[in-house]
């Protein structure tokens, strides 16, 4: 049996506590991977933040950068836009429809980690993100690395 002091239990409900008035599960690192052919070997937040508002659209060689993203409702999608894009998904519902009537199309959207790993390893120029822990071993990972990990 297992025994917890009193303080250690008030601990534990005011974390799980604080948790559910933000309304969001506690959040994990994430890895922000591109293809293994783009030619920047690391990103700053800054520059990724430029590249998933499409403030920057092509790589230092000239190649266009393709983002993707996961969709809006996912809780890997709401950390990463609150760490490097500073609002959640829903705030940039009306910042994506200006630039669509400006021609620019948000970057597309894929259902799971494990697709973001295959898009971004197939996709020439290709840059995405997903928690740290949906990565597969080091030596199980072809066609994409990491260029970027973000500790909310």
Do not use: C, K
């Amino acid at each position: 049996m297992v025994r917890f002091g009193v303080g250690a239990l008030l601990s534990l409900a005011a974390a799980g506590s604080l948790a559910a008035q933000r309304g969001r599960p506690p959040r994990e690192p994430l890895a922000v991977v591109a293809n293994a052919a783009v030619p920047d070997r690391a990103l700053s937040p800054a520059q990724v933040r430029r590249i998933f508002l499409a403030r920057q659209r092509f790589w230092a060689d000239g190649s266009p950068v393709e983002p993707v993203n996961l969709p809006a409702t996912s809780p890997v999608r709401d950390t990463f836009s609150r760490a490097i894009l500073g609002r959640p998904p829903r705030d940039l519902v009306e910042f994506w429809n200006d630039l669509y009537f400006h021609g620019i199309q948000p970057p597309p959207v894929v259902d799971s980690e494990r697709a973001v790993l295959l898009y971004v390893a197939r996709t020439p120029g290709a840059v995405g993100y997903v928690s740290e822990s949906a990565l597969p071993p080091p030596a199980e990972r072809t066609g994409y690395r990491t260029v970027l990990v973000v500790r909310p």
